[in-house]
């Protein structure tokens, strides 16, 4: 097995070439024996593992356990005292950078017939790339038989005067900050800077957000968008149809002029989290007989294909979602098609993307899948709601929670459009719900048939669906 990062090879034809070390990393065992190359220009593993999912909810949990110790409730008197935060950055990416380099170490050296190329790949043909090597050595050409692109996306960066002068931060970024900012402010209101707003008020930053639209995380229910903003308003300064008109150095810290052009809000450090964009463009994907589309994404089926024969797309670059979830499940997908297209099988699988679920770890946590109420409504689509708030459980009653609720969007033959939760454990409530709709269940078979311990949260759920249930009686 030969390591290129360091070398100037000659041009070498693969049976696959890989770029991107994310998902696209997941080569099933049955690839023994293939000549593979793996293209990586960034950190190897991919966005969850070192700037996304993983490491942030390795945050969320100690600021989960800080914001529930400053609230003195339940008869209790406690307190939250402060976090060692360099400590706390020190303990979770001495793990996630220990699982990267041994992750690189292992493609690089431990891999039978797999060769790792640390630089930026470009379509220069039909399944031919140049890659331009990170460690300015001479470019390196390659082609193979087969393609898969899993480049993933990176921070969107807005137009807002100034910001290019003062030193700002992405969630590439702000986690491996130094210190705990005292003033900290976030452009964006979805889920990146739901999470990482939770982060940083909950250790102990005086938060200031900035959004565009009337409601955080506006693409969710409007019932759950609706809570959300009025809950985290409590514990951070939220403003709404709010965009900078310009972003300076100042004396004292980041000067932040509203959008009235007047009012400023000086902090240490600013956050932007106003989404991610795909990197397809990175790609040079013309030459490769490929288009970015509108949402500069690169189109594939459900079998994640490309129109460009032998390529196929998964993950950031290709869908809407942006969810390592759905990436990990079109890889497999893009694998079995590899796998037969070589072996000759013209049958294909395909990737179910009905019921995809998302959750946003944040304080409330919020979790949904499928249909929202308006989409509904746009739709014109006939339903009924199913509503349970917290409050009206037994658990709920412990927990004294009388902001979080459970809601459903039942069809008119029970079946399950759309489930959405907003409250402790909400990841976890949603899941019953993901896999009947997934699977096909109506709501009265899995209230009917189905156990729910008591006095178990998971009532929230049932008496959501048997609420909903009711209405088409």
Not at 294 to 306: E, P, V
Not at 325 to 352: C, P, Q, T, W
Request: aromatic share 6%.
């Amino acid at each position: 097995m030969t390591d290129l990062t360091h070398q100037n090879p000659a041009p070498q034809h693969f049976d696959l070439i890989i770029v991107g070390s994310g998902s696209g990393n997941s080569i099933p065992e049955s690839m023994a024996g293939w000549k593979i190359a793996l293209v990586e220009r960034g950190v190897f593993g991919g966005t969850c593992l070192n700037v996304g999912c993983i490491p942030s909810k390795m945050f969320v949990l100690p600021a989960d356990r800080a914001v529930e110790a400053s609230q003195s409730e339940l008869n209790l008197t406690t307190s939250f005292n402060g976090v060692d935060w360099p400590a706390l950055r020190d303990r979770i990416f001495g793990r996630i950078d220990a699982i990267s380099e041994g992750g690189e170490e292992y493609r690089a050296t431990g891999t039978e017939g797999l060769t790792l190329f640390r630089g930026t790949a470009q379509f220069v043909s039909d399944r031919r790339f140049t890659v331009t090597m990170n460690d300015g050595s001479e470019p390196v050409e390659i082609s193979a038989d087969r393609v898969l692109l899993a480049t993933g996306s990176r921070p969107m960066i807005p137009e807002i005067p100034g910001l290019d002068s003062v030193d700002f931060h992405t969630s590439d970024t702000i986690m491996r900050l130094d210190d705990l900012p005292r003033r900290l402010a976030i452009l964006g209101a979805g889920y990146i800077a739901a999470e990482m707003g939770h982060v940083f008020s909950g250790l102990g930053s005086e938060v200031t957000m900035f959004n565009r639209s009337g409601v955080m995380l506006r693409s969710q229910d409007h019932a759950i968008a609706d809570r959300f903003t009025k809950v985290f308003s409590h514990r951070v300064d939220l403003q709404l149809n709010n965009v900078p008109t310009s972003i300076t150095q100042g004396p004292d810290g980041i000067e932040i002029v509203h959008a009235d052009g007047s009012t400023v809000t000086t902090v240490d450090e600013i956050l932007i989290a106003i989404g991610r964009t795909p990197n397809a463009d990175t790609l040079a994907v013309e030459a490769g007989g490929l288009e970015i589309n509108r949402f500069g994404r690169i189109d594939a089926d459900l079998t994640m294909a490309t129109k460009a024969p032998g390529v196929w797309a998964v993950g950031d670059v290709t869908n809407e979602f942006q969810l390592k979830h759905v990436a990990n499940a079109e890889a497999k997908v893009a694998f079995a098609n590899i796998l037969r297209s070589k072996a000759g099988d013209s049958s294909r699988v395909e990737v179910d993307h009905s019921s995809v679920p998302a959750a946003v770890f944040s304080h409330p946590q919020v979790a949904s899948v499928g249909a929202t109420e308006q989409q509904l409504q746009a739709k014109g689509v006939d339903y009924v709601v199913g509503h349970r708030d917290y409050a009206g459980t037994a658990y709920g009653w412990a927990l004294e929670d009388h902001e979080s609720f459970a809601k459903v969007l039942l069809d008119r033959d029970g079946m399950i459009l759309g489930a959405h939760i907003i409250g402790p454990q909400a990841a976890s409530l949603l899941q019953p719900l993901i896999q009947a709709k997934a699977l096909g269940q109506s709501a009265a078979q899995i209230t009917d048939s189905v156990y729910y311990i008591h006095p178990a949260l998971t009532e929230v759920v049932e008496n959501a669906l048997l609420e909903g249930l009711a209405h088409l009686s």
